[in-house]
């Protein structure tokens, strides 16, 4: 049963929280890609590296021969290392970061913060406002060139699933603060 907001609670019971879903799409591929070049990008210098050193060990290169040798080999690694992971990226994230985005729901639901969303399984999670500690927005340098915020919640009980994170959330602050004042109203309803 949800909780009927009280004489001083102005909040309506059932209030929709907006994503800012295009820019949130964006930067989940950006990071994601990037997380995909970054990871490789190790295995593709090492492997560089190896085929560099092979070649100079079978020609007998010096000074700044087996230098140039070595800058050709690690690039080809990295070309190659790269190449890989925009295939792997396209093969396994490109989709998922679409779904994400377009699938992200928060609602506020009388005492409750419902989330909902889907990547490769579906999520919907109530969250009692009593047990949200902390409200706190969030951005990086990547969220930053993308124009979004994310609004972090704490929960109790601690653990990996105590943090909440919402990315994309249209005017972060104000939704913060609403969000805070909402839980102060609600949290023993």
Request: hydrophobic share 40%; net charge positive; with cysteine.
């Given at each position: 049963?949800?909780?009927?907001?009280?004489?001083?609670?102005t909040y309506p019971?059932?209030?929709?929280?907006?994503?800012?879903?295009?820019?949130?799409?964006?930067?989940?591929?950006?990071?994601?890609?990037?997380?995909?070049?970054?990871?490789?990008?190790?295995?593709?210098?090492?492997?560089?590296?190896?085929?560099?050193?092979?070649?100079?060990?079978?020609?007998?290169?010096?000074?700044?021969?087996?230098?140039?040798?070595?800058?050709?080999?690690?690039?080809?690694?990295?070309?190659?290392?790269?190449?890989?992971?925009?295939?792997?990226?396209?093969?396994?994230s490109h989709r998922?970061?679409?779904?994400?985005?377009?699938?992200?729901?928060?609602?506020?639901?009388?005492?409750?913060?419902?989330?909902?969303?889907?990547?490769?399984?579906?999520?919907?999670?109530?969250?009692?406002?009593?047990?949200?500690?902390?409200?706190?927005?969030?951005?990086?340098?990547?969220?930053?060139?993308?124009?979004?915020?994310?609004?972090h919640m704490m929960?109790?009980?601690?653990?990996?699933?105590?943090?909440?994170?919402?990315?994309?959330?249209?005017?972060?602050?104000?939704?913060?603060?609403?969000?805070?004042?909402?839980?102060?109203?609600?949290?023993?309803?």
């Amino acid at each position: 049963m949800i909780a009927e907001p009280s004489m001083k609670d102005t909040y309506p019971s059932t209030l929709t929280i907006e994503v800012d879903r295009i820019p949130l799409r964006n930067y989940l591929r950006a990071s994601r890609l990037l997380l995909w070049i970054l990871s490789l990008s190790f295995f593709g210098v090492m492997l560089g590296l190896a085929a560099g050193t092979g070649y100079l060990e079978r020609n007998d290169l010096k000074g700044t021969d087996a230098i140039l040798g070595v800058i050709k080999g690690v690039t080809a690694g990295l070309g190659i290392s790269w190449a890989i992971a925009l295939t792997v990226y396209y093969i396994f994230s490109h989709r998922g970061t679409s779904r994400y985005a377009n699938s992200l729901e928060v609602t506020v639901e009388g005492a409750f913060l419902r989330i909902r969303q889907h990547t490769t399984a579906r999520t919907d999670r109530k969250l009692h406002f009593r047990s949200i500690v902390d409200y706190a927005t969030y951005q990086d340098a990547l969220m930053r060139r993308f124009g979004i915020h994310a609004l972090h919640m704490m929960t109790t009980g601690g653990g990996p699933g105590s943090l909440v994170v919402i990315p994309a959330v249209k005017n972060c602050e104000e939704v913060r603060d609403m969000l805070s004042e909402i839980d102060r109203l609600r949290e023993n309803g």
